[in-house]
């Protein structure tokens, strides 16, 4: 437990002292989903996610968005979903419509092994067309415990953009990189909190790296 809290320090520090124009942010995500039946193939689910900048002075960014997933093997599953966000830039007020599709492939080894593929069709107000993005994750958790009730969790994740509109230049989005600890806190309630780097180009020649606190519920009905 404390060689990993000592790593996501670590991991912290370093991008804060080899980089600048740095900001610190928060991001709290809530998602609930559960099975269309008992014996269903399909889930349901709803998530709603807060991130802010200057620390937790400014709220940045708020969505909220529904999904129905299919498995189609024990180990994976497709799905398709919406989602309504509103971005609060310094310039302005941004409202954006995004549809989703995902598949997902997980696999069950020491720990749990994931991958999702998303595709992402957002109409962002203020812009002349559509944008595409791709979204490609990695995710890795294993038993910090006998009990199997703290876990921990790594995750890479590639975004990119796959057409250019007025505001959106095609190519390299974003990455993020989150380090934390999961902890199951009912048998059907789950807890994970930790430190995500946010690399993101913000001009031609410029880059920006979030310093993120990252808190995350996930409830299963």
């Known amino acids: 437990m404390k060689a990993v809290l000592l790593f996501v320090a670590l991991v912290a520090a370093i991008p804060a002292a080899a980089q600048t124009g740095t900001e610190p942010r928060v991001w709290m995500e809530v998602s609930v989903q559960g099975h269309m039946g008992s014996d269903s193939p399909w889930r349901w689910a709803t998530n709603s996610l807060v ?4 620390g937790a002075g400014t709220i940045d960014f708020m969505a909220g968005w529904v999904a129905a997933n299919r498995d189609l093997t024990q180990r994976s599953a497709a799905g398709v979903g919406y989602a309504f966000g ?6 302005g007020f941004l409202r954006e419509h995004r549809f989703v599709q995902q598949y997902r492939w997980r696999a069950d080894v020491a720990g749990r ?9 957002r109409f962002i ?3 002349d067309a559509m944008r595409i993005r791709v979204r490609e994750r990695f995710r890795l958790t294993w038993p910090l415990a006998a009990s199997g ?3 921990a969790v790594v995750s890479e994740e590639v975004f990119l953009k796959i057409n250019s509109t007025a505001r959106a230049a095609r190519g390299f ?3 993020e990189l989150f380090v934390g600890i999961g902890r199951s806190v009912t048998p059907r309630t789950a807890v994970e909190i930790g430190y995500m780097n946010v690399y993101s180009p913000v001009a031609r020649s410029r880059t920006r790296h979030s310093h993120v606190m990252s808190a995350a519920l996930a409830v299963l009905l």
Not at 51 to 54: E, I, L, S
Not at 86 to 91: E, I, L, R, S
């Open 149 to 151: 009730t703290l876990r």
């Open 86 to 91: 509103a971005g609060f830039p310094d310039t």
């Open 173 to 175: 989005d974003s990455n």
């Open 51 to 54: 991130r802010t900048r200057n």
């Open 113 to 121: 092994v994931s991958f999702r593929t998303q595709l992402e069709e």
């Open 125 to 127: 107000s203020g812009d």
